[in-house]
């Protein structure tokens, strides 16, 4: 069961609000110098010259004043809490830019990615998050960039790792 803030609760109870979730991305790689940060939401203006919106939050140890999560024009499919569906989730970014290709092309290894869900007016209180995520692919066309994002299927660990024999479990043979 998800645990939701109370803020949360009233904005999906009421008929109306103000209120909407951003999605944040934190995406880390051994050849990144700083990790990519990056919100769906446009909350305030960071820059005026060049012009550049985005969200504070200290999610993930983040300096809400130096390292703030740059805005994109992205759409997000964040994984389900279904517990025999995978953790899987994609992000649709529109290419405004060449050097996001030039980026997301650059990489041999997969990235990690954690991804944080909160609210607009409430960026520091997390209510739903997946840590530990791998970009898997990314297709990328004239007008966007999907990136799918996956944990290590479960599956694919060993179990039991071992026999039960007597050397190794004495307790189970008495």
Do not use: K
Not at 36 to 41: E, K, Y
Not at 72 to 99: F, G, K, R, W
Not at 150 to 158: D, L, N, P, T
Request: proline content about 7%.
């Amino acid at each position: 069961m998800r645990r939701l803030s109370l803020n949360a609760r009233q904005m999906q109870d009421a008929q109306s609000s103000d209120q909407i979730y951003v999605v944040l991305f934190h995406v880390e790689h051994p050849d990144l110098p700083t990790p990519i940060r990056l919100s769906t939401d446009n909350t305030e203006r960071l820059s005026a010259e060049p012009l550049v919106y985005g969200t504070r939050s200290t999610w993930l140890d983040a300096d809400p004043v130096t390292e703030p999560f740059l805005w994109v024009i992205a759409s997000a499919m964040v994984p389900s809490d279904l517990e025999d569906a995978p953790a899987a989730a994609q992000v649709v970014l529109e290419t405004l830019d060449h050097e996001i290709v030039r980026l997301m092309r650059s990489f041999s290894t997969p990235a990690t990615a954690h991804m944080a869900v909160v609210l607009a007016d409430t960026p520091d209180v997390i209510e739903q998050e997946w840590a530990g995520l791998r970009i898997v692919s990314s297709d990328t066309n004239a007008g966007e960039i999907a990136i799918s994002l996956s944990r290590e299927e479960v599956e694919q660990e060993f179990y039991p790792s071992g026999r039960m024999t007597r050397d190794r479990f004495p307790g189970l043979h008495l």
